[in-house]
């Protein structure tokens, strides 16, 4: 496309007005910098795209590492309804989370040590 696109400029740059004009080309300039702005937007959407393609591969990578620790119980980032949870929200959730295994893992822990007690 850039290789036509300066083929179309050079051909308008070497062609006279009134050969030109045969052709229903009336601006000269105008049509000039249409083909530029043309081949910019272009580029930006290329570059755009990339950038998408970049990161729904990084998201991709998140989010198998994130199902992995899901499934080994950290707390889910979605509320109930299926939308995603504030930074704040999430904190809370896995300080809840957090608390919670302590309290059990200390109640465990006071159990086995009753337990031993009983039997000494």
Known sequence: ???????????????????????????RTGT??????????????????RKCQEMQTEINAFTGKFTVLQSKGLPSLLTSNQR????????H????????????SASTSEDSTSFWTELI
């Open 1 to 27: 496309m850039p290789k036509q696109a300066n083929k179309l400029i050079h051909f308008l740059n070497t062609h006279t007005r009134e050969q030109l004009a045969t052709l229903d080309i009336r601006d």
């Open 32 to 49: 000039i910098l249409t083909v530029k702005k043309v081949l910019t937007m272009r580029n930006f959407v290329q570059k755009l795209e």
């Open 84 to 91: 995603l949870l504030t930074h704040e929200q999430y904190v």
């Open 93 to 104: 959730r896995v300080n809840t989370y957090v608390t919670n295994q302590i309290t059990a």
